[in-house]
């Protein structure tokens, strides 16, 4: 793993983005992400099309920069624990130096206050609302020894970025058309909360035996019944304002149809995994996570919006 420290920052950087933020899968999750936020905020505004196109684009810029913010950040703030439990990762085994990664940030950053102040400028305090949310993030809130021993209230207290992110992505309608939110966006919020819970617990799902010291997981710390039941408590919770999201959008049968549907698959691996856990069934565990997540909002908000256009 250490041969290829050596290669050409460009390589680096490519292999670093494949291990920890794939660009490419990440940039369709998050692109769809931000446009089923806009379209649930207009369909629930009663607004017909969808915003001007370059706004989105620079939304979408920032909404996917923002997610990469957090993931540097992540190395900053974990980089202790990395070092000392994790040497496999590109940071510790020295692939990327975290020099390296400041100075991404720092780029990352002038970008989007490059694209909010030259070209979104109303949209800026929904934006340095995100970046103070971050920063607290990175430093834990100042009480980081207590929320490590806390790791339900650590996922809880951490997972507010994901609504946040989501309020500033349909400020690209309201916010910038001039016009009201829809009281319907707190239902899609909530479903955003919730599912970046889902998501997280589901990834840290493991059997006994793929155990790591130091390392946080959620059937370490519940055990691999109470985990995967967690995670369905999460799962019902989101299908919960899923449902509610789908009333107040005046969604038809058919959504609340499909919605349920995926929701009784989605929750079929961790009741096998409770029965006998595997390693295989702890991986589908996180497939069903990315798998509800991404059909959860392309129903809320993608497909509802295609289907207007199109019509």
Known sequence: MKANNTDSLFKRLLTYQKERFPLILNGIVIAVFTFSAISYSRICSGKTGFIDSKDYIFGFLITLSLFLMVRILDEFKDQEDDAKYRKYLPVPRGLIKLKTLKSIGFIVV???????????????YLYLIVVAYLALMTVEFFVSNWLKKNQMVYILSHMFIMPLIDIYASGLDWLLEGTTPSFGLTWFFLVSYFNGIVLEFGRKMKIPEHEEEGVVSYTKLYGTTKAPLYWILFLTVTYGFTLAASFYANFSTYAYLTFTIVFLISIIPAIFFIKKPTKQKAKLIEIASAFWTFLMYLGLGAIPMLNNLLS
Not at 110 to 124: H, N, P, S, Y
């Open 110 to 124: 002038a970008i989007q206050l490059g694209i909010v102040f030259f070209f979104q400028l109303d949209m800026w």
